[in-house]
């Protein structure tokens, strides 16, 4: 059976907590990453219902789109609405990990699986953005350090290529040096040019990671003055921010404000704009993704989906001839929150795996 640590790893590596917004609260956020996780509970939002449905299934671990403590508590007692939600996890051990904004914008995230409801294709992010940063590191050293160097340099984080570690590149070739009377020379005599056998290694370093390695590689070599070259790289693309693609064929918004409502199961979906406008290239942003509009507007939708729109955000969309469709807040999350539950229930099949059953969308429509 799994431990909440390695729940908690999976989705560390699936939507990594570096990706989320500056401003956001997301990793294991509330309880012993030691314990077992058997049960597995999925929701938008912990609410009232979905504790106490985790207690009743005797649940280990809550994965919550939405973090809890988002703004800080200072004190959790049963006078507070903080306390009265989460001192029930605390008093029968259920951790609780929130990925929120990581998971908007993962591959495989909330963004990417409305993508594929509408079977969007040519699809790519809204707002792109780099990914991590790496640097390549060259050390020259003699044979007989080698193996102590690469292992301080792996030990340090270097050498991690996707989810591949200990990579490196190692090439033999002939080194010159000439010490002055100011060196101790570990090979040869000062005062005269040295030719030496020496091994090229390569390996790819995170930025966090630089100095670490430069200081293992000066720990593990025999030399007086390693030679060594960092070499910064082309950021990698990240996946970026919310998701724009081109319909299969076009459609009126009338319409695919009604194909929206019935994939996402919403309770109503409101739309602005002309009814009988034809939409080929759609913006997407779940949740309250009015932020992204003008990203929409730049990158040339016909329409933007998002869960709920501020008024004047609404405004601007209509001057500037963009369709709009609003599902609600939680009609635009809660598919990603059952596809997690799937995903994990895949990646750990030793648990049980499921998307609560109580939560609800909170809005009732007359």
Request: glycine residues 10%; aromatic residues 8%; proline residues 7%.
């Amino acid at each position: 059976m799994p431990l909440v640590s390695d729940v908690c790893g999976y989705l560390d590596r699936f939507a990594p907590p570096a990706t989320a917004a500056d401003w956001d609260n997301v990793g294991l956020l509330l309880g012993d990453p030691n314990r077992p996780a058997f049960r597995i509970l999925t929701c938008l939002t912990v609410t009232p219902e979905v504790v106490a449905e985790a207690i009743e299934e005797r649940v280990e671990l809550i994965v919550t789109h939405h973090p809890i403590l988002f703004r800080g508590a200072k004190r959790l007692t049963t006078a507070s609405a903080d306390g009265k939600l989460l001192l029930p996890l605390i008093q029968w051990s259920i951790a609780v990990y929130s990925p929120h904004t990581a998971f908007d914008n993962c591959h495989g995230g909330i963004n990417d699986g409305l993508c594929y409801r509408l079977g969007l294709a040519d699809v790519r992010p809204l707002r792109p953005r780099d990914g991590r940063r790496d640097f390549k590191l060259v050390v020259f050293t003699p044979e007989k350090d080698l193996a102590k160097l690469s292992d301080a340099l792996f030990a340090a984080g270097a050498g991690k290529i996707g989810q591949y570690e200990q990579c490196s590149f190692r090439s033999a070739g002939a080194g010159t040096f000439y010490g002055t009377s100011e060196t101790a020379p570990t090979v040869g005599e000062r005062g005269r040019r040295e030719d030496v056998s020496e091994w090229r290694l390569e390996v790819l370093v995170a930025e966090k990671n630089v100095e670490a390695a430069i200081a293992a590689i000066r720990g593990a070599h025999s030399y007086e003055e390693p030679a060594y070259d960092v070499y910064p790289l082309r950021p990698a693309p990240g996946p970026g921010e919310g998701r724009i693609g081109n319909l299969p064929e076009p459609v009126f918004l009338r319409n695919l404000a009604q194909t929206i409502k019935q994939q996402l199961r919403a309770n109503s979906a409101q739309f602005l704009g002309d009814p009988d406008k034809l939409v080929t290239r759609i913006g997407i942003a779940c949740g309250a993704g009015g932020e992204f509009l003008k990203d929409a507007v730049k990158d040339g939708a016909d329409a933007f989906l998002t869960g709920e729109m501020r008024f004047h955000d609404q405004l601007n969309a209509e001057a500037a001839g963009m369709g709009v469709i609003l599902p609600g807040h939680y009609a635009s999350e809660r598919p990603g929150v059952e596809d997690l539950a799937t995903r994990l229930q895949w990646a750990f099949p030793g648990a049980s795996v499921r998307p609560s059953k109580r939560e609800r969308d909170p809005l009732r429509v007359v």
